[in-house]
């Protein structure tokens, strides 16, 4: 495939992308649901009320045109954004749209230039447009909540000391966020923040909770509800909670140590036969082309594919410890 071929695809697809942003327009159902929520926010009587109603309008009034087109390309719009505020990062859902596509036509486009043939090079291309920048979020989910986990029990730590001394907890949350550098100071500021605009101590707690989806932080929620409700010392309650936390990390790393031998053999094992099959096609491709043409081959090798994806979330499974 000689490069005006690739230049014609690759002007098609811009070409769809521009239509889409065009002519998409707004949606029906979803322009019903605004109105009806900014009816209600209108009468709304309780203070949450008014400040979510607010925080929607400036967000409403935020996003443009095309950034929302592009948004509402992405199936499960509301999990992708979410997984995109778990980073920590400043970025958008039209921004990981725009990677999304990126992905695609760079890789696509190098394969198809390397005279890869094309159900191949666009196979590639969908897995690298899709799963890179959702593998790339992952990882850094995992490595904020990682760096959240590790600093949280001196968090805690921070709490009791504070109350111990006299502060009233909102106090002990401020002086949190201003001592621990990282994710810890950053969701405990955006808790004070909700606070100090009319909020719940609870309700600030659990968005926290819900954004961050980690037991730790869900034990920590659940202790200041409960000692509110029914009193107790929440000094000492707090310190037992840290102890806790602290164990349950010693032994996640204890059955990450004994695990990884297993893990080591899976990864081993999964990339085998993609190794192989990139070695005899970089030296004879001839003698792997029937997988893309003939369709007795091309069932044998999904039916593969299939057949490894299981295998793989067996073991997967298998050394899944819940904690």
Same mark, same amino acid.
């Given at each position: 495939?000689?490069?005006?071929?690739?230049? #014609?695809? =690759?002007?098609?697809?811009?070409?769809?992308?521009?239509?889409?942003?065009?002519?998409?327009?707004?949606?029906?159902?979803?322009?019903?649901?605004?109105?009806?929520?900014?009816?209600?926010?209108?009468?709304?009587?309780?203070? $949450? =009320?008014?400040?979510?109603?607010?925080?929607?309008?400036?967000?409403?009034?935020?996003?443009?045109?095309?950034?929302?087109?592009?948004?509402?390309?992405?199936?499960?719009?509301?999990?992708?954004?979410?997984?995109?505020?778990?980073?920590?990062?400043?970025?958008?859902?039209?921004?990981?749209?725009?990677?999304?596509?990126?992905?695609?036509?760079?890789?696509?486009?190098?394969?198809?230039?390397?005279?890869?043939?094309?159900?191949?090079?666009?196979?590639?291309?969908?897995?690298?447009?899709?799963?890179?920048?959702?593998?790339?979020?992952?990882?850094? #989910? =995992?490595?904020?909540?990682?760096?959240?986990?590790?600093?949280?029990?001196?968090?805690?730590?921070?709490?009791?000391?504070?109350?111990?001394?006299?502060?009233?907890?909102?106090?002990?949350?401020?002086?949190?966020?201003?001592?621990?550098?990282?994710?810890?100071?950053? $969701?405990?500021?955006?808790?004070?923040?909700?606070?100090?605009?009319?909020?719940?101590?609870?309700?600030?707690?659990?968005?926290?909770?819900?954004?961050?989806?980690?037991?730790?932080?869900?034990?920590?929620?659940?202790?200041?509800?409960?000692?509110?409700?029914?009193?107790?010392?929440?000094?000492?309650?707090?310190?037992?909670?840290?102890?806790?936390?602290?164990?349950?990390?010693?032994?996640?790393?204890?059955?990450?140590?004994?695990?990884? $031998?297993?893990?080591?053999?899976?990864?081993?094992?999964?990339?085998?036969?993609?190794?192989?099959?990139?070695?005899?096609?970089?030296?004879?491709?001839?003698?792997? =082309?029937?997988?893309?043409?003939? $369709?007795?081959?091309?069932?044998?090798?999904?039916?593969?594919?299939?057949?490894?994806?299981?295998?793989?979330?067996?073991?997967?499974?298998?050394?899944?410890?819940?904690?």
């Amino acid at each position: 495939m000689n490069l005006s071929v690739i230049l #014609i695809i =690759a002007a098609a697809f811009l070409a769809f992308v521009v239509l889409v942003i065009l002519l998409g327009g707004p949606s029906v159902a979803k322009a019903k649901t605004r109105r009806l929520a900014t009816v209600k926010d209108r009468h709304a009587a309780s203070t $949450e =009320a008014v400040v979510a109603a607010q925080m929607r309008k400036t967000i409403q009034t935020g996003s443009g045109d095309t950034n929302a087109v592009l948004s509402s390309l992405v199936p499960r719009r509301e999990l992708m954004e979410l997984r995109i505020r778990r980073t920590g990062k400043p970025w958008t859902l039209s921004q990981y749209t725009f990677a999304t596509m990126g992905g695609f036509v760079v890789a696509a486009g190098l394969l198809l230039m390397l005279r890869t043939p094309l159900p191949l090079a666009l196979l590639v291309g969908v897995f690298v447009g899709v799963g890179g920048p959702y593998w790339y979020l992952g990882r850094l #989910i =995992a490595k904020r909540v990682a760096a959240f986990n590790t600093r949280f029990p001196d968090a805690i730590d921070l709490c009791v000391r504070g109350l111990k001394s006299g502060l009233p907890v909102t106090e002990t949350f401020q002086v949190v966020s201003q001592e621990l550098p990282g994710p810890v100071g950053e $969701e405990f500021k955006g808790v004070v923040e909700r606070i100090r605009i009319g909020n719940t101590m609870e309700a600030a707690l659990q968005e926290s909770a819900n954004m961050l989806g980690t037991p730790e932080f869900q034990f920590f929620c659940i202790t200041i509800a409960i000692q509110r409700e029914t009193g107790g010392n929440l000094a000492e309650t707090l310190a037992n909670l840290s102890d806790v936390l602290r164990k349950r990390a010693q032994m996640k790393l204890k059955i990450k140590a004994m695990s990884s $031998e297993a893990k080591a053999s899976a990864y081993i094992v999964g990339a085998l036969p993609f190794f192989v099959f990139g070695i005899v096609w970089m030296m004879n491709p001839d003698y792997l =082309a029937g997988f893309f043409s003939e $369709e007795r081959l091309i069932v044998t090798g999904l039916g593969g594919l299939v057949w490894m994806s299981i295998g793989a979330f067996i073991m997967k499974k298998m050394i899944s410890f819940e904690i």
